[in-house]
């Protein structure tokens, strides 16, 4: 079985500090680690994934098997960056996606 | 680039109706998938289908059907509309690619059909 949790449901940070957003997930084999984004009332959007080892929009994660982690992290948060965060999994060989239960991140001005 | 298309964008239902939610993409996508979205539960996947004329169950398919009617469409029903079938609906698609030695699975959502049953 795979799952993936977000303990935060709400999370608020001021315009400028660090954000990171937790995610960790349970899977017994390799799995594929996503963080996709909802903007108010939008459809949802690929973030990030593991295996690109990119930084979109200032945001990065790394994926730690050892710790079963992969926060999503950004130096300097933006107004902009007001969103419903979801982390995900697949695994290895198969096209199914697995939510968390996602993360909204308020930005104070 | 229409890319995933969902229709209604709205729907009010009174319990015991029925409907179909009307999903399409333009990508020529074999895997498609209807999700549904509730506050603090997150997404949870109803139904998929890997290819044309295959149908599979999700976490949550109790009380909806679907239809692969052709590779670009794919319905959801829900036959007798209950209260707790109020959410938000997600129609995506997904395709097979080779990125790096490493096979990619780039999903597409649709703009979601916010269904109320009362």
């Known amino acids: 079985a795979q799952r993936v949790t977000q303990p935060e449901k709400l999370l608020s940070v001021f315009k400028g500090a660090p954000v990171e957003l937790k995610c960790n997930y349970s899977y017994s084999g390799s799995p594929e680690l996503f963080w996709y984004v909802q903007y108010s009332r939008q459809r949802l959007q690929l973030l990030l994934r593991h295996i690109s080892r990119e930084s979109i929009k200032g945001f990065t994660a790394d994926l730690n098997k050892g710790e079963t982690s992969f926060h999503l992290k950004k130096p300097f948060a933006q107004e902009e960056d007001s969103a419903m965060y979801y982390c995900?999994?697949?695994?290895?060989?198969?096209?199914?996606?697995?939510f968390g239960t996602g993360t909204r991140l308020t930005i104070i001005p | 680039n229409a890319g995933v298309t969902q229709t209604p964008k709205f729907q009010v239902l009174k319990t015991g109706q029925s409907m179909t939610l009307q999903c399409a993409q333009d990508?020529?996508?074999?895997?498609m998938y209807w999700y549904r979205q509730d506050p603090g539960m997150g997404l949870r996947l109803i139904y998929y289908s890997a290819s044309e004329g295959t149908t599979d169950k999700g976490e949550v398919p109790n009380g909806y059907n679907v239809s692969r009617l052709n590779k670009r469409e794919f319905s959801l029903r829900l036959e007798s509309a209950a209260p707790s079938q109020t959410s938000v609906y997600f129609c995506?698609?997904?395709?097979?690619?080779?990125?790096?030695?490493?096979?990619?699975?780039?999903?597409?959502f649709g703009s979601g059909t916010r269904l109320t049953v009362v």
């Open positions: 995506a698609s997904s395709e097979r690619r080779r990125l790096r030695a490493v096979f990619n699975y780039g999903y597409t």
């Open positions: 995900a999994l697949r695994g290895f060989g198969n096209e199914k996606l697995t």
């Open positions: 990508m020529n996508h074999n895997s």
